[in-house]
């Protein structure tokens, strides 16, 4: 009886130890160091294509002016937003002198607000855009027909 006990008291701890290695440790994949190099590519592209941008392409400013003056100008990014940069005449907004165009929305109360494309060549010393906004029409002025 004394033996069956200890045999199982011997079982019983080895199960336990094994137990406890086996959660600690995770599955490998082929290949891998512990990096995931998919990942690093990814990035390192994504870092020379930031320096690239930031330090080699080449760039101009760009002015834009409205009349009326005093509009606001803003910049759609890339993810989708649009980030207010100023009013106008604004200061120069530098942009990629690559032929990538850029695109602006200028608004102000009571005008029709404008968005337009603006790129610049390398050759271009800067380019100035002016947008002419019209007045809304007043809302007691407004024709609805059936």
């Not at 990014?77 to 690559?98: C, D, F, H, K, M």
Request: charged share 25%.
């Amino acid at each position: 009886m004394t033996m069956v006990r200890l045999c199982l008291l011997m079982l019983a701890g080895t199960l336990l130890l094994t137990a406890g290695c086996a959660t600690q440790s995770r599955p490998s994949r082929v290949g891998e160091i512990g990096v995931n190099t998919r990942y690093e590519a990814e990035l390192a592209a994504e870092r020379e294509a930031r320096e690239f941008y930031e330090y080699k392409a080449p760039k101009t400013g760009a002015l834009i002016r409205s009349n009326p003056p005093g509009a606001l100008v803003e910049w759609y990014n890339e993810q989708g937003v649009w980030v207010a940069l100023g009013n106008t005449p604004s200061r120069e907004i530098v942009i990629e002198a690559t032929g990538k165009p850029e695109l602006f929305r200028v608004s102000m109360n009571g005008y029709l607000s404008q968005i337009r494309w603006v790129a610049a060549t390398p050759s271009s010393e800067g380019v100035t855009v002016q947008f002419e906004l019209e007045p809304e029409l007043p809302s007691d002025r407004f024709i609805f027909r059936d």
